[in-house]
Antibody, heavy 132, light 110 residues
Framework: QVQLQQWGAGLLKPSETLSLTCAVYGESFSGYYWSWIRQPPGKGLEWIGEINHSGSTNYNPSLKSRVTISLDTSKNQFSLKLGSVTAADTAVYYC??????????????????????????WGDGTTVTVSS | QSVLTQPPSVSAAPGQKVTISCSGS????????VSWYQQLPGTAPQLLIY???KRPSGSPDRFSGSKSGTSATLGITGLQTGDEADYYC???????????FGGGTKLTVL
């Protein structure tokens, strides 16, 4: 049974860098993507980005300039860094395991890629508040 | 503003059926698989439906999913008070090259 345990600083000042880490227990990195998703107070889910076992990443275009997701295979951990935070980055941050795969099909004689993606294991969440 | 559009709230009586819609476009729902998540108050989301209509182990068969064109629907039958939660649809957007979620729907069981 895979479990995710996450931690990091919960209170930041504007312009600082948010740093969170997620430890993976009971599973190796192979075969999955490892994601970060956040939820501002009283609002919906926002996808931040993901990384796979080989270090390939996908990022939310709206956050891409400030986000870095990395992994440490020796510790079975992956991390999130978000630079230049503002109050708008105040949220609960979740680490998660995502199954993500590109597939190919023929549509009217044309090769079309499509994506198979779902998130099946979530951490408990870390509340991060940005305030001066 | 979310890429996927869900109604903010739905409600129904215990034992009844409810549906939650999720509307997108050709670059997301129209092309890729949809998943649904349940978020009980104060907890992390949980996977309810994946690959449009498949239930992971542990997800009750009262929950069902479907997709048609650029829209997806979550159905819940035999409503229970314990189903009161926020529900989110999610998928991959091929134009954005990013994961996207709906804004969430709050289910109230009257």
């Amino acid at each position: 049974q895979v479990q995710l345990q996450q931690w990091g600083a919960g209170l930041l000042k504007p312009s600082e860098t948010l740093s969170l880490t997620c430890a993976v227990y009971g599973e190796s990195f192979s075969g999955y993507y490892w994601s970060w998703i956040r939820q501002p107070p009283g609002k919906g889910l926002e996808w931040i980005g993901e990384i796979n076992h080989s270090g390939s990443t996908n990022y939310n275009p709206s956050l891409k300039s400030r986000v870095t997701i990395s992994l440490d295979t020796s510790k079975n951990q992956f991390s999130l860094k978000l630079g230049s935070v503002t109050a708008a980055d105040t949220a609960v941050y979740y680490c998660a395991r995502t199954f993500f795969e590109q597939r190919i099909r023929m549509v009217r004689g044309v090769i079309e890629p499509y994506y198979y993606s779902y998130t099946d294991v979530w951490g408990d969440g870390t509340t991060v508040t940005v305030s001066s | 503003q979310s890429v996927l559009t869900q109604p903010p709230s739905v409600s129904a009586a215990p034992g009844q059926k409810v549906t939650i819609s999720c509307s997108g476009s050709s670059s997301n729902i129209g092309t890729n698989y949809v998943s649904w998540y349940q978020q009980l108050p104060g907890t992390a989301p949980q996977l309810l439906i994946y690959e449009n209509d498949k239930r992971p182990s542990g997800s009750p068969d009262r929950f069902s999913g479907s997709k048609s064109g650029t829209s997806a629907t979550l159905g819940i039958t035999g409503l229970q008070t314990g189903d009161e939660a926020d529900y989110y649809c999610g998928t991959w957007d091929s134009s954005l090259s990013a994961g996207v979620f709906g804004g969430g729907t709050k289910l109230t069981v009257l």
